[in-house]
């Protein structure tokens, strides 16, 4: 049974650019939550997404964005990259009652 | 008020002895309190969770301890091994709130054999 799988898994991106990242949520589960973490730190909620839609959203600006598609898979959007937003990103998926699954993350480095 | 405060930020233990890592919060609606294991290049994993309506859950070598009055709790790693050095984080969740977890800063945690 894979578990959550999040893509890619390092990344480089320049100040300034646009960065994708990409999770594909454990079988059976339809709910998935990003999370970033920087070094040092715990992991802090970014938002959350069910049935297509932003469920709830963290401390986070508009240039965070994210989006989950019909087979509960889910992209986040970072525009206008800076430098601080170097950290792990982290997938979990989950039904909507909770129960966290986390992926091993996406290391983004902007330079 | 949302904060989960977690310490100490490192231990070192011998192997055979306890680990006891602490958090406290202060949100009063928090009703759910998991810990996740993490190693590098991983993700964090669930290791063990309580809800407030009991004191104490064990599960293998690991013991959370529950105070609601003081509003802590702590992990008791007991007969610690190399093996479990990682880091290690509490969090706080309110159920049927989506489940959005507030993690400590994290404790990491080494075991010399």
């Known amino acids: 049974d894979a578990g959550v799988t999040q893509s890619p898994t390092h990344l480089i991106k320049t100040r300034g650019q646009q960065v994708t990242l990409r999770c594909s949520p454990k079988?059976?589960?339809?709910?998935v939550s990003w999370y970033q973490q920087a070094l040092g730190q715990g992991p802090q909620f970014i938002f959350q997404?069910?049935?297509?839609?932003?469920?709830q959203r963290g401390n986070f600006p508009d240039r965070f964005s994210g989006h989950q598609f019909p087979n509960y898979s889910s992209e986040l959007n970072v525009n206008a990259l800076l430098l601080g937003d170097s950290a792990l990103y982290l997938c979990?998926?989950?039904?909507?009652?909770?129960?966290?699954?986390f992926g091993s993350g996406t290391r983004l480095t902007v330079v | 008020q949302q904060q989960v405060k977690q310490s100490p930020q490192s231990l070192i233990v011998q192997k055979g002895g306890i680990s006891i890592i602490n958090c406290a919060y202060e949100?009063?609606?928090?009703?759910?309190f998991p810990w996740y294991q993490q190693f590098p290049g991983k993700g964090p994993a669930l290791l063990i969770a309580?809800?407030?309506?009991?004191s104490e859950k064990k599960e293998g070598r690991f013991t959370i301890s529950f105070n609601k009055s003081a509003k802590q709790f702590s992990l008791h790693i007991m007969d610690s091994q190399p093996g479990d050095s990682a880091t290690y984080f509490c969090a706080a969740s309110i159920v049927g709130n989506t489940g959005k977890l507030i993690f400590g800063q994290g404790t990491t945690l080494q075991v010399k054999p």
């Open positions: 949100n009063t609606a928090f009703d759910y």
């Open positions: 309580i809800r407030p309506d009991v």
């Open positions: 079988s059976g589960h339809d709910t």
């Open positions: 979990a998926s989950s039904l909507p009652s909770g129960g966290y699954t």
């Open positions: 997404y069910y049935e297509e839609e932003e469920r």
